[in-house]
C-alpha cells in the first residue's frame, strides 16, 4: 500500500522511497533482534520460549495460507458448483505437477512459480478471461 502511495503521489522515486522507509525500519529492528537474542541462544528459557512458538508459528501460517486457498479458489457470492472458481483450480493443479511430477521443473525455487503465477494472472486479466 505504501508502495502505491508513494507511486500516486511522486512516481518511481516516490514509491522507491516510501517502500524503503516501510521495511528497512523493520529489517533493521528485527537484525537488532537477532542479535540480542543471539547471546541468550544457549539460556534454556529462551529455547523453551522458541519451543512453544514453533506450533503457534505453524498455526498462523497454516490459517494464512487456508485464507489465501479460499480467497483463491472459492467465490462466495454464489452457491454450488458455481462457487468454484475455475481458473484457479486449473492453475493450482498446474503448480502441483510442475513441482511435484515433471522432473526439468521439480527443483526451481518457488519463487520462479510465485513469478509465472502473476504473469498468468495478469494476462488473463488484460485478455478479459
Not at 505453524?58 to 490459517?63: F, Q, S, T, V
Request: aromatic share 10%.
Amino acid at each position: 500500500m505504501g508502495t502505491y502511495v508513494g507511486f500516486e503521489t511522486a512516481g518511481i522515486p516516490g514509491a522507491i522511497i516510501a517502500t524503503l522507509g516501510i521495511t528497512l525500519p523493520t529489517a533493521a529492528l528485527a537484525i537488532i533482534v537477532a542479535k540480542f537474542l543471539f547471546g541468550f541462544k544457549e539460556n534454556k528459557y529462551v529455547q523453551g520460549a522458541f519451543y512453544g512458538l514453533r506450533p503457534a508459528s505453524a498455526g498462523l501460517i497454516a490459517a494464512a495460507g487456508f485464507s489465501v486457498v479460499v480467497l483463491s479458489l472459492v467465490d462466495q457470492t454464489v452457491s454450488g458448483l458455481g462457487m468454484i472458481q475455475w481458473k484457479g483450480v486449473v492453475l493450482a493443479a498446474i503448480l502441483l505437477l510442475l513441482t511435484r511430477k515433471v522432473k526439468q521443473t521439480k527443483d526451481l525455487h518457488p519463487v520462479v512459480f510465485i513469478a509465472l503465477s502473476a504473469v498468468v494472472g495478469i494476462v488473463f486479466g488484460f485478455a478479459g478471461v
